[in-house]
């Protein structure tokens, strides 16, 4: 479960923005939480937003969808939020999400998840926070 949780939250912050999101390194901290495990999951990771992966998401998602495990699909777009879809055939997960730029270099994000697991229904949901450090270091 907390491989699953990570692995998702990994998804949210870069693939869930409008061209508000400014281009940078950023640091997000996910807690995951789910009513079949006792207490929170966290994790904190940083992710070096390039300019043409915060003008066009749409395109950055459709990357990752190629390349990974889960794909995405994106849905409404405004010019401070978008919400998604995201789908993981190989561990029976399905699930959608909201992303909200919430101030300059700030930004927060929800994915509810469901997955299956020999015929039981797995929920689980994630809250990330994000705040841009400064220029990408690499």
């Known amino acids: 479960m907390r491989k699953f949780a990570i692995a998702v939250s990994f998804l949210l912050p870069t693939a869930a923005f409008s061209q508000g999101l400014e281009p940078g390194e950023w640091e997000f901290n996910a807690a995951t939480t789910s009513p079949l495990v006792t207490g929170t999951q966290y994790s904190v990771f940083k992710r070096c937003i390039r300019k043409e992966d915060a003008e066009n998401p749409e395109r950055w998602m459709a990357r990752q969808s190629e390349a990974g495990p889960c794909q995405l699909k994106p849905?409404?777009?405004?010019?401070?939020?978008?919400?998604?879809?995201?789908?993981?055939?190989?561990?029976?997960?399905?699930?959608?999400?909201?992303?909200?730029?919430?101030?300059?270099?700030?930004?927060?994000?929800?994915?509810?998840?469901?997955?299956?697991?020999?015929?039981?229904?797995?929920?689980?949901?994630?809250?990330?926070?994000?705040?841009?450090?400064?220029?990408?270091?690499?």
Do not use: F
């Open 75 to 138: 849905l409404e777009h405004t010019a401070d939020s978008m919400k998604w879809e995201v789908t993981c055939p190989k561990t029976s997960s399905r699930g959608n999400g909201v992303a909200r730029l919430t101030g300059p270099g700030t930004v927060e994000s929800d994915l509810q998840m469901t997955t299956e697991i020999q015929g039981y229904r797995i929920q689980t949901q994630t809250r990330t926070t994000g705040r841009r450090l400064g220029p990408c270091k690499s």
